[in-house]
């Protein structure tokens, strides 16, 4: 996990900010636990292979080919964004913030790296300071 600019890679900055939305979540996820707030369930989603415009005139030869293929095998927008439908996956609350990880609307499972808690408190941290919250206005 890289935290200082460094040369601009797109698979690996894309990577890493999924990463990133799975651990800021599982943070969200513990601290809610932690306020003893458990009418809130928070969980990561993928949809899975969705054609999207992300590699879309990349100039990167294996990008182009990968968008040539994704318009038959890839699931479209409308498809993939019904996948985040938390009604859709998930039916019914929970009894806690549980920070699942879905893919296509099924548990799975994620990286050691997603599920580690140091990280996950770092990217939380990062983000709070990012957004310029000041100390009043954070909650946790």
């Known amino acids: ?31 809610l636990d932690q ?4 009418n809130v369930t928070v969980n990561s989603l993928h949809p899975g292979a969705v054609k999207t415009e992300i590699v879309k005139n990349s100039g990167i030869l294996w990008m182009e080919i990968i968008a040539i293929i994704s318009k038959f095998v890839y699931k479209s927008a409308k498809l993939g964004a019904q996948t985040t439908n938390p009604f859709g996956c998930f039916g019914r609350r929970r009894e806690k913030s549980q920070e699942e990880y879905f893919v ?4 799975a499972p994620t990286s050691d790296l997603a599920k580690n808690e140091n990280l996950a408190r770092k990217v939380w941290q990062i983000s709070e300071k990012e957004v310029g919250l000041t100390e009043k206005e954070k909650y946790f």
Do not use: P, W
């Not at 460094?6 to 900055?13: E, L, V």
């Not at 890493?16 to 979540?25: E, G, I, W």
């Not at 306020?35 to 458990?38: N, P």
């Open 104 to 107: 296509d609307c099924k548990i």
């Open 35 to 38: 306020k003893g707030i458990k």
């Open 1 to 31: 996990m890289h935290f200082k600019n460094r040369t601009y890679k797109f698979m690996k900055s894309y990577s890493q900010s999924k990463l990133c939305n799975v651990l800021f979540t599982n943070e969200l996820a513990r601290l």
